[in-house]
């Protein structure tokens, strides 16, 4: 547990630049009036439909919902 902890602020920090680069790169967010409105809607995209790798390209609310259906099994 002492091993995550201390990669804890490098997974963030390769996160934050991971969201950045997507916000720029791709969903071209370049107003400072509009930031907070843009990133809630890419968390959505995030959560709902952006599929993930290491879910087996799920997206994190599909993984979660399946998840969720087997525990309840």
């Known amino acids: 547990m002492q091993c995550l902890a201390a990669e804890y602020p490098l997974i963030m920090e390769a996160i934050n630049g991971w969201v950045k680069a997507e916000l720029f ?3 071209h967010v ?3 009036n509009k930031i907070k409105q843009e990133i809630a809607e890419y968390i ?3 959560y709902e439909q952006r599929p993930a790798y290491p879910l087996s390209y799920l997206t994190p609310k599909q993984f979660r919902e399946s998840y969720s259906m087997n525990i309840a099994v």
């Open 30 to 32: 370049t107003d400072n």
């Open 44 to 46: 959505t995209f995030f």
């Open 25 to 27: 790169t791709d969903f």
